[in-house]
């Protein structure tokens, strides 16, 4: 099982939809989570991390199960800037490599 | 805002050529990452570094080295440029912390080897 999983999409979804992404990790002893946005031939970029008891912001709702091992993000009332690859990180520690661990990420593409 | 820089955002070199890839933080972050992207494998972490003069090897450090001389500067190295080594090279810096501060990136720089 990959470390971190994605569903590569695309997702392509109207204006003003509300579109979800989940997001699979393998090491339970995970602690961090994150997601970014990343815009054709640019960098990633923080979107919001993602806490324990879920949060929000703005249009943006993220959630994290532990149980269950996964991460989603929510969108609400999308709009056409919204397109991008939205990438799911989530940091392990110990050994070699305490950093992040980086999906490959969900291409997202929303229409007028 | 952080600004991690990179030194160029296109570049292009020969095979066998030595290509130095520079990256800047202006936030005096001590943790600092070279990352390539290819389509489909995602990213893929090269080296990183904790400290001044720390390195430690990601995923694929092979024909990559590093070099951390000062804590803002953290410069990837290809020894022997090959056409395998054509790609988006992404630096990345963060705070201390157990690397459980997010990371910062700069603009990339588009490597081909001809």
């Known amino acids: 099982r990959k470390e971190v999983e994605q569903d590569p999409g695309p997702f392509n979804v109207p204006e003003g939809a509300t579109v979800a992404f989940n997001c699979t990790y393998s090491?339970?002893?995970?602690?961090?989570f994150f997601w970014y946005r990343q815009d054709c031939r640019k960098e990633p970029k923080l979107l919001m991390s993602v806490y324990s008891s879920g949060n929000e912001d703005g249009r943006f709702t993220a959630q994290l199960n532990r149980a269950s091992q996964y991460i989603s993000l929510l969108i609400r009332d999308s709009k056409l800037s919204d397109s991008a690859t939205y990438l799911c990180?989530?940091?392990?520690?110990?050994?070699?490599?305490?950093?992040?661990?980086f999906g490959k990420g969900t291409k997202l593409s929303v229409k007028p | 805002d952080v600004k991690v820089t990179q030194s160029s955002r296109y570049l292009v070199k020969r095979t066998g050529e030595k290509v130095f890839l520079e990256c800047v933080q202006d936030m005096d972050h001590e943790n600092m990452f070279w990352y390539r992207q290819d389509p489909g494998l995602g990213l893929r972490l090269i080296y990183f570094s904790y400290d001044v003069k720390m390195k430690e090897k990601g995923d694929i450090p092979e024909g990559y080295s590093v070099s951390r001389e000062k804590k803002e500067r953290f410069s990837l190295i290809l020894e022997s440029a090959s056409t395998n080594q054509t790609s988006m090279y992404l630096c990345?810096?963060?705070?201390?912390?157990?690397?459980?501060?997010?990371?910062?990136f700069g603009d990339g720089t588009r490597l081909s080897i001809l």
């Open positions: 990180v989530v940091t392990n520690y110990g050994g070699s490599q305490g950093n992040l661990i």
């Open positions: 090491n339970s002893a995970s602690q961090s």
């Open positions: 990345a810096s963060s705070l201390a912390g157990h690397f459980n501060q997010p990371q910062h």
